[in-house]
């Protein structure tokens, strides 16, 4: 959903940092040959997480749905010299495309891919993370929030992505629309949770950041 005019959108866009060339390639490629290429993060929040990614200056990042490989990129721009990307996606037939595009942008031997269910890897990631980004099934947030803020410090910082999900947030709920019913829970949790301060950024489908305590 276009929560701007498309006039306003291109303004915004075309009054932010450009997007790199790969990413462009990127886009083309997943346009062309991946299913629902509606879901890849896109330039203008794209170049917002690689703004928040700078601006933290992580060493460890952990991103939740990989889908191409686009938002790891991003994310990637912001990381220590020394510093991983750990990224996971439950559809192996993404894995050789986004490895692809990993290994052209230069940080390729940074981003380590892990495939299959979130819920099974983050608990065997030894690592403590300074950024999270969560942008995979939407009724699995709650669930996912709680594996990732075990692998937290205060400070670290935790992005949810897709919150405001096409608006349905504030129309009336289908009894069958498990997913808009789990982020408006999910919402309201960040919200009331002690162990974060939360705000909730429009930012084109909804992006939340939560902060550690």
Not at 7 to 24: D, M, R, T, W
Not at 56 to 72: F, V
Request: overall charge neutral; hydrophobic content about 35%.
């Amino acid at each position: 959903m276009h929560f701007l005019s498309p006039i306003l959108e291109s303004y915004i866009a075309n009054n932010s940092e450009g997007e790199p060339e790969l990413l462009q390639e990127l886009t083309r490629e997943t346009h062309l040959k991946v299913i629902q290429p509606r879901m890849i993060t896109g330039h203008f929040q794209g170049r917002v997480l690689s703004m928040l990614s700078k601006i933290i200056n992580p060493r460890y990042i952990l991103e939740i749905g990989t889908y191409t490989g686009y938002s790891a990129l991003c994310l990637a721009e912001g990381l220590k010299k020394e510093g991983e990307l750990h990224t996971i996606e439950v559809n192996e037939e993404l894995h050789g495309m986004q490895r692809k595009y990993f290994d052209k942008s230069g940080f390729g031997t940074q981003i380590k891919q892990h495939t299959g269910d979130a819920l099974e890897i983050i608990p065997n990631l030894n690592h403590t993370f300074d950024l999270i980004f969560i942008d995979a099934q939407k009724v699995n947030y709650d669930g996912y929030f709680e594996a990732v803020i075990q692998k937290t410090k205060p400070g670290s910082v935790i992005l949810s992505d897709n919150v405001l999900w096409s608006g349905k947030v504030v129309e009336p709920v289908q009894k069958s629309d498990k997913a808009t019913a789990s982020l408006l829970k999910y919402n309201q949790k960040l919200k009331e949770d002690p162990r974060v301060e939360t705000v909730l950024l429009p930012i084109r489908d909804g992006l939340t950041l939560s902060r550690v305590r």
